[in-house]
């Protein structure tokens, strides 16, 4: 319970993102899907033996998914134009027109995700357990399956919520690239 609470927190409102009377919100809402992929990575690389490698690089291949695929706001040139952000963001100076991203956007984006959202929630949540407990996975194949299936519950609400990512679809090329790069990323964390 307390990754599954604290990814959402720290994804989105530790740095300030949300004012205080929103964080409980945002917390629940977002749970499901922050919280189960930073679940779901901690599981896979407790289980496999993987460690903080294939953590960190299943946490880059969240973060391309969410940013990519779910949100959208890797090619979303006005995903922040209503926000405090958009005023100090380099996303134009920083555009990378064939990719259709924002450079500067990219390494926000993503490395909230791999800081902020999986590797900074499991690292606290671990430095509570005893040294035994932090090694072991947590969960059995029912608790798995329920977890990821609230992650793609979660992951489809945000998709469905047309607010955050204000009417726009990424094209067809830049859906398969971040597919592709996701994949690439899983692929190189499942290696021995």
Known sequence: MALLLLAPWAAECSWGGFAGTDMLLVVVVLAPMYGG??????????????????????????????????????????????????????????????????????????????????????????????????????????????????YLLGSLLVFTDDSGRKGFLASPGQLVGATAVALGLIVVAALP
């Open 37 to 150: 992929a930073a679940i779901l990575i901690r599981e896979a690389a407790r289980r496999t033996g993987g460690g903080w490698p294939m953590i960190v690089l299943l946490a880059a291949g969240f973060g391309v998914i969410q940013a990519g695929l779910v949100d959208q706001s890797l090619f979303n040139p006005d995903f922040l134009a209503d926000t405090e952000f958009a005023e100090i963001s380099a996303a134009d100076a920083t555009r990378v027109p064939v990719l259709g991203i924002s450079a500067q956007e990219a390494i926000s984006f993503l490395g909230n995700h791999v800081a902020l959202t999986i590797c900074a929630p499991i690292a606290i949540v671990e430095t509570y357990l005893s040294p035994a407990r932090r090694l072991r996975p947590w969960l059995r194949l029912p608790g798995l399956v329920g977890v990821t299936i609230l």
